[in-house]
């Protein structure tokens, strides 16, 4: 699966962006689509999911009321709508299709994730 995520950029801290993301081909309905970010030398942070089958969705406390994820299925696209963006949401933000819940977490169960995209906020 190919993935082709856009929208990044740098923006001051209050601002908004939003995120999409393509994929190649729809995925199995019993995964999620989803956003995660990551900054150097950290681990890959999960950040937002919506699952194919119903349209359930999920986030992470740190976004939860300032990010929506949203889907369009006939394009097999995904969107994240950031606002009230902190310097703390700066990172890189990939998204992937076939994200599973599992050991209190999500994770990509295939490991698919594609190049992301950079989101920059300046206090």
């Known amino acids: 699966v190919q993935l082709q995520a856009s929208g990044g950029g740098s923006v001051q801290a209050g601002g908004s962006l939003r995120l999409s993301c393509v994929a190649s081909?729809?995925?199995?309905?019993?995964?999620?689509m989803g956003w995660f970010r990551q900054v150097p030398r950290e681990e890959r942070e999960f950040v937002a999911a919506?699952?194919?089958?119903?349209?359930?969705?999920y986030y992470s406390d740190a976004v939860k009321g300032r990010f929506i994820v949203s889907r369009d299925n006939a394009q097999n696209t995904i969107y994240l709508q950031m606002t009230s963006l902190k310097p703390e949401d700066t990172a890189r933000y990939y998204c992937?299709?076939?994200?599973?819940w599992g050991y209190g977490t999500w994770y990509s169960d295939n490991d698919w994730w594609g190049q992301g995209t950079q989101v920059t906020v300046s206090s």
């Open positions: 081909e729809r995925t199995s309905d019993t995964y999620a």
């Open positions: 992937a299709p076939d994200l599973l």
């Open positions: 919506i699952k194919w089958s119903d349209g359930s969705i």
